[in-house]
């Protein structure tokens, strides 16, 4: 049976079928369109009447042959158009003119919007269709954001919302150019890339392929919000000592919003993060990218180190990569004029003459800045890892700048107007006050067996004169093997014994019996010899993590400085305590420092101040320029595993 026999025994079928409804429906569509007298308006108030009060499930069980009603009367008919006379005259609801009369003259756009409103109608039964019969799971989508969408659709009658009989429209054109477009924002469009098909304008005709896509695109809106703020990767499958509480989406809110907006892309984008760092590493991220398109890097030949003082001639290459000018450029004109009159040969050079493969001061210091921006030992030696990062291309940092991009997806929406960042990897805290930084300091953190944790509080205290309570841990493994040599080394080190609130001699324990059987509390008294020096900084937490003081201060001068056992040592402790009082009207460092003495203090603070303790191996700096850090716990190696970056 072709096309055309299909398409009259469902029309006739549909007809039928819907007569004993159609003359209220008639009458209601016409009003509707404010047809008047136009007699395609009145037709496509009937073919829309009759659709829509047809019965399409009993006409696809009776029908002589396979058919779904939906998709047929969807299909375009290349068929042309007859003139109006010789449409059978009693389809028409109103006086036929008299035969002498010309013909109508048919509207060719009249007719094409009126296919259109019959595909809009139908694109809005088969989306009626899908989510009755619910939607399916991808593997990809959540079940709230199905629920959502289901939810959605019904509340709006199933009507499209990004597609037309032509194809995308302007909002469909806004939300597949952000799908396009996603790895601006450090996203992946192959996510995405399914929308694809919408392009085709054979397919935009077909109802429930319509009907699919414009589902799917508010699927994906809602996935982008998803990946945009809540991000890629759980960090708790990058360590169990990562834990930050998730920016979960509601999928329900999604859709509303983003009608509600005038601009549909900028309340779609507002799901990112909008910490400065995270749009200052998205505009590295575009100069990384422009510059991998044009950039020629010749490899500097590691060989062995240089040094200040050395003659290489790999200098030049070197000063070239960091951008210094050729010592023979910077010559004064009076050299200059003598090089121009002088007698010597290349056999003979002029000892005035500075030599171009000599490491210098300049290049000493420039060295000393490009290791210090790649958390390097600045010491001015190029050694192997300093050659790596310098041989380092441009595109070689994108995957680092996205993994750096999606753990911003991590962090609290608020940091607080005025809180205090820790970065791990960079051994380096800041107070900010409003987006500024009012103090940083440098920091010492744990071991990687001792890892300092990644998370968010508040600090809620001070102790001045801490006591130290020795974790079990250390107790075990680090005090017991020397108190069961000697218990006098509780009475040098200045460590208390607790057994049941009470303090006991050191000498009056057996020491092998509670190796076996338990060991009693060890603490630490106030003083000069305390391991967490005059004040520590307290935010209660899961972790028991804190910042403090230590006696301990020639290990700030390191450049690699992760060795605690998982708390942060602060060098300058009472000039952080100084700026974190400038948030306490009340208190002053002179204040604090007056609970100086023998015995422990605790400073309230009315104001409790967000701590973030992150991990971070790359930001940018107050001067725009790009700071890299170690990768000292493996966390930043697992997020690029996690997004794909397999060859990182």
Not at 204 to 218: C, E, K, N, V, Y
Not at 436 to 462: K, L, P
Not at 516 to 530: D, F, K, L, S, T
Request: hydrophobic content about 40%; some cysteine.
């Amino acid at each position: 049976m072709n096309v055309l026999t299909k398409r009259t025994w469902l029309l006739a079928a549909v007809l039928t079928t819907a007569l004993t409804s159609l003359g209220h429906a008639t009458e209601r569509h016409a009003l509707d369109l404010e047809c008047e007298v136009d007699p395609v308006c009145v037709e496509d108030a009937i073919a829309r009447a009759i659709i829509i009060n047809a019965d399409f499930d009993a006409l696809a069980e009776a029908a002589p042959f396979p058919i779904d009603p939906r998709l047929e009367l969807a299909k375009p008919l290349t068929i042309v158009p007859q003139a109006v006379p010789d449409r059978p005259n009693t389809v028409i609801t109103r006086t036929v003119p008299p035969a002498a009369a010309p013909a109508p003259v048919i509207d060719e756009t009249a007719i094409a919007a009126r296919d259109a409103r019959m595909i809009e109608t139908l694109t809005t039964q088969s989306i009626a269709a899908i989510i009755s019969g619910g939607l399916e799971n991808d593997g990809e989508t959540t079940s709230q954001e199905r629920q959502a969408v289901e939810a959605f659709y019904a509340e709006r009658d199933h009507a499209p919302l990004f597609l037309t009989a032509g194809g995308l429209n302007a909002r469909g054109e806004t939300l597949l150019n952000l799908f396009q477009t996603a790895d601006i924002y450090g996203l992946n469009p192959v996510d995405f890339e399914n929308t694809a098909f919408i392009d085709d304008e054979a397919e935009a005709s077909d109802a429930m392929a319509a009907a699919r896509a414009d589902i799917g695109m508010t699927l994906w809106a809602l996935r982008y919000a998803r990946h945009a703020m809540t991000g890629r990767v759980n960090p708790a499958s990058i360590g169990r000592d990562i834990t930050l509480e998730r920016n979960f989406v509601d999928p329900a809110t999604v859709m509303p919003a983003l009608l509600a907006s005038d601009d549909l892309a900028e309340a779609l984008l507002a799901y990112h993060p909008q910490h400065d760092q995270f749009h200052a590493l998205r505009e590295e991220l575009a100069n990384l990218r422009e510059r991998s398109e044009t950039e020629i890097l010749e490899p500097i030949a590691e060989g062995g180190t240089i040094r200040l003082g050395d003659v290489d001639p790999r200098v030049p290459q070197l000063r070239d990569r960091l951008g210094l000018p050729d010592p023979m450029m910077t010559a004064s004109i009076d050299e200059a004029e003598v090089q121009l009159v002088s007698t010597q040969t290349d056999e003979d050079p002029d000892p005035t003459q500075p030599d171009p493969n000599l490491f210098d001061e300049a290049l000493d210091a420039a060295v000393k800045t490009f290791q210090a921006e790649h958390n390097l030992t600045a010491d001015g030696i190029v050694g192997p890892a300093t050659f790596a990062a310098l041989n380092e291309k441009a595109g070689d940092l994108v995957p680092d700048i996205i993994a750096n991009m999606e753990r911003w997806r991590w962090m609290p929406r608020e940091l607080g107007d005025f809180h205090v960042i820790a970065n791990v990897p960079e051994y380096r805290l800041w107070v900010m006050r409003e987006g500024e930084s009012i103090f940083t300091t440098r920091t010492v953190v744990g071991q990687n067996r001792h890892r300092t944790a990644i998370f968010s509080d508040e600090m809620e205290y001070m102790a001045v004169n801490p006591y130290w309570n020795v974790p079990s841990s250390i107790a075990r493994n680090e005090i017991l093997p020397r108190l069961l040599q000697d218990p006098g080394y509780a009475n040098r080190g200045n460590y208390e014994i607790l057994y049941n609130g009470q303090t006991i001699d050191p000498f009056a324990v057996n020491w092998q019996a509670a190796a076996e059987q338990g060991m009693p509390r060890i603490r630490q008294r106030p003083g000069a010899r305390n391991a967490l020096g005059e004040i520590k900084f307290m935010f209660p937490n899961q972790h028991a993590i804190y910042f403090h003081d230590t006696p301990s201060r020639g290990l700030f001068g390191r450049d690699q400085r992760a060795f605690s056992h998982g708390c942060v040592r602060v060098l300058d402790p009472w000039a952080f305590a100084e700026a974190l009082l400038t948030n306490e009207p009340d208190w002053d460092l002179a204040r604090a420092r007056s609970l100086q003495g023998s015995r422990e203090r605790n400073l309230i603070l009315d104001n409790h101040i967000p701590v973030h303790l992150t991990y971070f191996t790359a930001r940018v700096n107050e001067d725009g320029r790009l700071i890299m850090a170690r990768d000292i716990y493996g966390h930043h190696g697992r997020v690029l595993a996690a997004l794909g970056f397999t060859g990182s």
